[in-house]
């Protein structure tokens, strides 16, 4: 067998290509950055025809970089932004418009719409989602409106997916034979699956007016799903999983109330759950973790945190207090503490508990004493806030204490952060030696499903930790702080 595996990770800011060995090793990577589209206030949109140009770069990239070829990988996982949301003609290949990033607001109208006088819950008993701008059904629906494509949508000339299809459509040969498909995961967020039968559904698909031509397979999210063309010839393409769900899975968490969150552009906790959907009635999302082929499917609670290492870039880019993202954790350190100022970031109004859309950024305690350090503590610190939120959401529909929570993303190379995060939450933050988990949880998963790995015990011996945060902030300062932090979301659910 070959000795290697790839991992293709298309995320919200950048594409890369990583290649593991036996151990779990980086042996190469290349990555790429792609560009971020505002048409309107609120839009956010992606290119997808770079997207597909930045994938094969960085593979080829990658494999250059360590002197592979295709042959010596044994198989290959996607993981990607999850709800973006893609268009394309089957013929030509070509996207009839950019993509609907998952961050975009613009069918706030139609969800409202859709909601039908029965608020936004209308659909969460079938799919475990609330009626909100995140998911794709909504984002499909206003392309096909907005461009005119109902008939040709019924007529079986558009296919829709969301990035992992895009990708994988094209790496499995696109107009010449490629696979139109997407796993159950990110079946998952479109709103058009069922979510016990994980089948796409006819009533959904009706009430948001999504035809059943333009949809993809729904396959397992670890097991044989294709063989590549183009810069990975011949490799096997095994498993895909949405992003979120591949670092819980890097995480190593198969084990029902096993928990980890994610620090990038925005923060994603989600605990496996097991093999039954867990209703929320805290505000959080009921979602599939992933499925073996062949086995049941296992299910996770997820809460979503729209803008947490994407305030970092906007103090960066649109203001200009820092002028590298790194620079952030020391201007927070020129200061002793927040200085009373609180930054909600809801540039996409407020996900998880809150599902308010209508909620804008506000940043409240400002005195003639705060300067930019406080402001960068304060964006910081919104993180750990946003995180709190969810965790004392799912806690409260899981029934189950954490002891520790397993973090990942670039933002917990930030001390400060990590910190304060577990002093706010009263429970150990424990980092992996691999942070960046996502792609590692597509290759674990790409390479269990050809024997590269034998289970999920050979997986779970090679988590090692790397760094440990032990709160150390009384009880009485928490609930304080926690209690100006409930003030300054009001302040942001009030502006509208």
């Known amino acids: 067998m070959p000795e290697y595996v790839g991992a293709l990770d298309q995320g919200t800011t950048s594409t890369r290509f990583m290649v593991f060995d036996h151990a779990g090793t980086v042996v190469s990577l290349d990555q790429k950055e792609h560009s971020q589209i505002f048409p309107e206030p609120g839009w956010v949109e992606h290119d997808p025809g770079e997207i597909w140009l930045n994938t094969v770069s960085v593979i080829e990239g990658a494999l250059s970089r360590a002197g592979l070829d295709p042959g010596d990988l044994a198989a290959v996982g996607i993981t990607n932004q999850r709800e973006t949301t893609v268009v394309w003609d089957r013929s030509t290949g070509e996207p009839v418009a950019n993509a609907i990033v998952w961050q975009d607001t613009r069918t706030a109208g139609l969800c409202k719409a859709l909601e039908a006088g029965e608020g936004p819950d209308r659909f969460r008993a079938k799919t475990g989602l609330p009626l909100a701008t995140y998911f794709a059904g909504p984002k499909v629906r206003w392309l096909l409106d907005e461009h005119d494509l109902g008939d040709r949508a019924v007529g079986g000339e558009l296919a829709f997916g969301t990035i992992d299809s895009w990708v994988a459509w ?17 079946a998952s967020r479109t709103m058009l699956m069922d979510l016990a039968t994980t089948t796409w559904d006819s009533d959904l698909l009706m009430e948001l007016g999504v035809p059943t031509h333009m949809l993809p397979e729904i396959v397992a999210s670890v097991g044989h799903i294709g063989s590549c063309a183009g810069p990975l010839s011949g490799v096997p393409l095994t498993a895909i999983l949405g992003d979120q769900q591949a670092a819980l899975f890097g995480q190593v968490c198969f084990k029902p109330g096993d928990a980890k969150n994610t620090y990038g552009t925005g923060n994603f906790m989600l605990m496996n759950t097991g093999t039954d959907p867990v209703p929320s009635e805290s505000g959080l999302l ?25 305030l970092v870039q ?10 590298e993202a ?25 996900f998880a508990p809150h599902w308010r859309p209508d909620a804008r950024g506000v940043i409240i305690g400002l005195t003639r004493f705060a300067n930019k350090g406080h402001i960068a503590r304060a964006a910081l610190e919104s993180t750990a806030y946003q995180t709190k939120d969810v965790l004392d959401a799912m806690t409260a529909d899981s029934g189950v204490n954490l002891v520790e929570l397993r973090v990942d993303g670039g933002m917990t190379h930030n001390s ?10 009263g429970v150990e933050v424990v980092r992996p030696t691999i942070a960046e988990t996502t792609a590692l949880g597509a290759a674990y998963a790409a390479g269990l499903a050809v024997g590269f790995w034998s289970d999920f015990d050979e997986l779970t011996s090679r988590w090692v930790e790397s760094e440990r945060w032990v709160p150390d902030m009384t009880s009485d300062e928490r609930t304080r702080l926690q209690g100006r932090w409930r003030q300054a979301i009001h302040r942001s659910l009030d502006w509208v």
């Open 416 to 425: 400060l952060l990590m910190q304060f995060q577990a002093d706010l939450l």
């Open 326 to 350: 790194s620079e952030v954790e020391d201007l927070a350190l020129s200061v002793e503490d927040n200085g009373d100022v609180y930054f909600v970031p809801a540039f996409s109004g407020l």
């Open 170 to 186: 094209n790496l499995t040969g696109g107009t010449e034979g490629g696979q139109h498909v997407t796993d159950v995961t990110n």
């Open 314 to 323: 906007w103090l960066r880019d649109n203001i200009g207090i820092i002028a």
């Open 286 to 310: 009921s979602t599939v973790a992933y499925r073996i082929d062949g086995d049941e499917t296992v299910y996770a609670l997820e809460g979503s945190v729209a803008v947490t290492g994407s």
